[in-house]
């Protein structure tokens, strides 16, 4: 069973920055997904085990993933951030290949909320 914890979450101004930090361990592909009240749960943006990373068009030059395997921790450093983007936000795994913000995830956190104030 994978075990993965979210932090970071908080208000925060329109304009401003948080970065989200989650304990994941070193598997294949990782990602963040967001989920707002009463919308879908969309990715965000996910990283694979080379670096390789994808974004969704609505956070890309705003939203930077990266990970550090040495400490197994994710993250989602989020700058410019915008009232759109409050949401609850998902760390996720997946084991195997297909590393898409549209993959299926294997592992699921219990999120942390973002909220962006205008």
């Known amino acids: 069973q994978v075990h993965l914890v979210e932090s970071g979450g908080g208000s925060v101004q329109s304009g401003g920055s948080l970065r989200l930090s989650c304990v994941a361990p070193r598997l294949y592909c990782l990602g963040w997904f967001r989920q707002a009240p009463g919308k879908e749960r969309e990715g965000v943006a996910v990283i694979d085990s080379r670096g390789t990373t994808k974004y969704s068009e609505s956070v890309k030059g705003r939203f930077t993933i990266s990970r550090d395997n040495a400490k197994n921790i994710l993250y989602l450093q989020m700058n410019s951030l915008k009232p759109e983007d409050t949401a609850k936000y998902y760390c996720?795994?997946?084991?195997?290949?297909?590393?898409?913000?549209?993959?299926?995830?294997?592992?699921w956190g219990e999120g942390t909320l973002v909220t962006v104030s205008s």
């Open positions: 996720a795994v997946r084991q195997i290949y297909g590393c898409r913000i549209d993959s299926n995830m294997d592992y």
